[in-house]
Nanobody, 116 residues
Framework: VQLVESGGGLVQAGGSLRLSCAASGSTFSINAMAWYRQAPGKQRELVAVISSGGGSTIYADSVKGRFTISRDNAKNTMYLQMNSLKPEDTAVYYC??????????WGQGTQVTVSS
C-alpha cells in the first residue's frame, strides 16, 4: 500500500484547508485510516481516525468541531477538512492506513502552516 498526501500549504488563522490522502496498491486490504500530525520539536500525535466503512470517526480534543475526516473508498482516498485553523495546527500532517494484518502504512507527509 502506498499513501500520498496533498493539499497542505500556508493559510492565515481562521482559514481552511482540505488535505487528501490517495492510496494505491493493495487497497482492498485497508481497514481503518487516520491522520496524524507532528509539529517541530514535538511527538507525532493522532488527529482523527475513520473506520473502514467511514461510519465511525474519532477526533483529538484539540480539533473537535473544526476538523472533519472522511473517505471515499471508490476513489481510495481519505480527506481531512480543516476549518477555523489556528497557529497551533501548524505541523506536518501524515496519512496512516492499517491493513487486515494490522500492519501500518505511512505517507510522506504534507506541511500545513497557519500564520497568525
Amino acid at each position: 500500500v502506498q499513501l500520498v498526501e496533498s493539499g497542505g500549504g500556508l493559510v492565515q488563522a481562521g482559514g481552511s484547508l482540505r488535505l487528501s490522502c490517495a492510496a494505491s496498491g493493495s487497497t482492498f486490504s485497508i481497514n481503518a485510516m487516520a491522520w496524524y500530525r507532528q509539529a517541530p520539536g514535538k511527538q507525532r500525535e493522532l488527529v482523527a481516525v475513520i473506520s473502514s466503512g467511514g461510519g465511525s470517526t474519532i477526533y483529538a480534543d484539540s480539533v473537535k468541531g473544526r476538523f472533519t475526516i472522511s473517505r471515499d473508498n471508490a476513489k481510495n482516498t481519505m480527506y481531512l477538512q480543516m476549518n477555523s485553523l489556528k497557529p497551533e495546527d501548524t505541523a506536518v500532517y501524515y496519512c496512516n492506513a492499517v491493513d487486515s494484518s494490522r500492519y501500518g502504512y505511512w505517507g510522506q507527509g504534507t506541511q500545513v502552516t497557519v500564520s497568525s
